[in-house]
């Protein structure tokens, strides 16, 4: 498939697509029944809020929603009270930011660490602080954002995220068998200096991606939470077979930053390397990284026990002393295919997709194999 249609069907792309269609949504909606049904003048805090509810799952909604009406009344009220004692004046405003801020430090309330600071300022210089007949439209005007907020996530496709979870880890275990095939081909060339660097840099960019992958599980596993649609909680546990996946993958990446490292420090450069350690090794990595990029089980697991043999057959070798770098390289290559054996197991990594009599006629006899890009 093309890149540009196999990223349309990429399940974090539309996962983040439609959270940011259903937030603006949700703001223009609250918008409109505060302004047009309920008759509240400038109700300014109704998007406001509902911008901030709308979460990436339902149960991070409803918990930050709770947080964000208390700071909320907490920043009308300060505003309220410094207008009628100060007025609109620097003294008030410094006032309720301070207080407002030192509140959003509270352990309650961290999570909302400006939203009453923020309330209080817009509310304070708008002129409408010192004005006990808005007070009352001013909290209504921010419970309708809320709730707007909350039902909208609630009703309109509630968020699972276990499919963009399981995209992310796919594309992780692709990244480490790319740079182990393109280290052995640079090995085979000779090498360069700051080639070993280079990797530890790689090693630092798929690392990255696994802390991104991790925080997608989390959602997914929240994401079941209060959530309404069929067969969420049957999806969502999935993502304990994701975390076990992930450790994996931590492995193989520091086994591999650690054999970046080795490469780069006392082994030399290669050319200095033993010529019957160097082509064994060599051909070892090529192999290790073709077979996770393969997601070849079998490939994964003869290439594991080459490399036990390769370190018998080196050290018992009579003409020379296997070094102890060399052994060094050799116990990151096996460990990275211990690791790497049970993620390509996995793959391609998939949710628990739900009954095929419940999804759509269009994707029946396509679920295997393929993820929906909800």
Same mark, same amino acid.
């Given at each position: ?5 196999e &990223? ?12 940011i ?12 029944? =505060?302004r ?14 509902? %911008? ?5 799952t @339902?149960?991070?909604s409803l ?7 208390a700071?909320?009344?907490? *920043?009308?009220?300060?505003?309220? @009270?410094?207008?009628i ?6 003294a008030s ?5 301070v207080?407002g801020m ?8 961290? =999570?909302?660490?400006t ?11 708008? *002129?409408? +602080?010192? $004005?006990?007949?808005? %007070?009352?439209a001013? %909290? ?9 907020g909350l ?5 309109v496709?509630?968020?699972?995220? $276990?499919?963009?979870? +399981?995209r ?5 275990? !692709? ?6 095939t $393109? ?6 060339d000779g090498?360069e200096?700051d080639?070993?660097?280079e ?6 960019d798929?690392?990255h991606?696994? !802390? ?11 994401s ?35 054999? =970046?490292h080795?490469?780069g /420090?006392?082994?030399g450069?290669?050319p ?11 051909d070892?990595l090529?192999r ?13 697991a003869?290439?594991r026990? !080459? ?11 009579? !003409?020379?002393?296997?070094?102890p ?8 290559? &096996?460990?990275? +295919?211990?690791?790497?054996? /049970?993620?390509a197991g ?9 009954d095929?009599?419940?999804?759509p006629?269009?994707?029946?006899g ?9």
């Amino acid at each position: 498939m093309a890149p540009g249609g196999e &990223r349309l069907r990429d399940p974090v792309l539309w996962t983040d697509a439609s959270q940011i269609v259903k937030t603006a949504a949700a703001a223009v909606l609250a918008w409109v029944v =505060a302004r047009d049904v309920l008759g509240i003048e400038q109700p300014f805090l109704a998007p406001w809020a509902a %911008l901030l509810t709308v979460h990436a799952t @339902v149960y991070r909604s409803l918990a930050r929603g709770l947080q964000q009406v208390a700071a909320t009344v907490l *920043g009308v009220l300060l505003a309220f @009270v410094a207008g009628i004692a100060l007025g609109v004046s620097a003294a008030s405003l410094g006032l309720v930011l301070v207080v407002g801020m030192a509140a959003g430090a509270t352990r309650g309330l961290r =999570a909302e660490s400006t939203t009453a600071a923020a309330t209080a300022l817009v509310v304070l210089l708008t *002129g409408y +602080a010192g $004005d006990a007949g808005v %007070l009352g439209a001013r %909290l209504l005007d921010t419970v309708i954002g809320i709730g707007v907020g909350l039902a909208v996530n609630l009703v309109v496709w509630p968020p699972l995220r $276990d499919r963009a979870a +399981a995209r992310r880890i796919d594309q992780i275990d !692709d990244r480490i068998g790319e740079l182990l095939t $393109d280290m052995a081909k640079c090995l085979r060339d000779g090498g360069e200096k700051d080639d070993a660097d280079e990797w530890v840099e790689r090693t630092r960019d798929i690392e990255h991606g696994v !802390d991104q992958a991790w925080a997608t599980v989390r959602q997914a596993r929240e994401s079941g939470r209060l959530n309404p649609r069929r067969h969420a909680a049957e999806r969502v546990g999935v993502a304990e077979d994701f975390a076990k996946l992930l450790a994996r993958l931590e492995q193989a990446t520091a086994e591999t930053r650690s054999m =970046a490292h080795t490469m780069g /420090g006392s082994t030399g450069t290669v050319p200095h390397w033993e010529p019957r350690f160097r082509e064994r090794f060599i051909d070892l990595l090529e192999r290790t990284g073709q077979a996770i990029c393969d997601a070849d089980v079998e490939g994964v697991a003869r290439v594991r026990g !080459d490399v036990e043999a390769a370190a018998g057959t080196l050290s018992s070798d009579g !003409d020379s002393r296997l070094r102890p770098e060399y052994g060094a390289l050799l116990v990151n290559l &096996r460990n990275i +295919a211990d690791a790497m054996g /049970g993620v390509a197991g996995a793959q391609p990594v998939r949710s628990r997709a739900p009954d095929p009599r419940m999804m759509p006629r269009r994707w029946r006899g396509h679920s295997c194999g393929r993820v929906s890009p909800w």
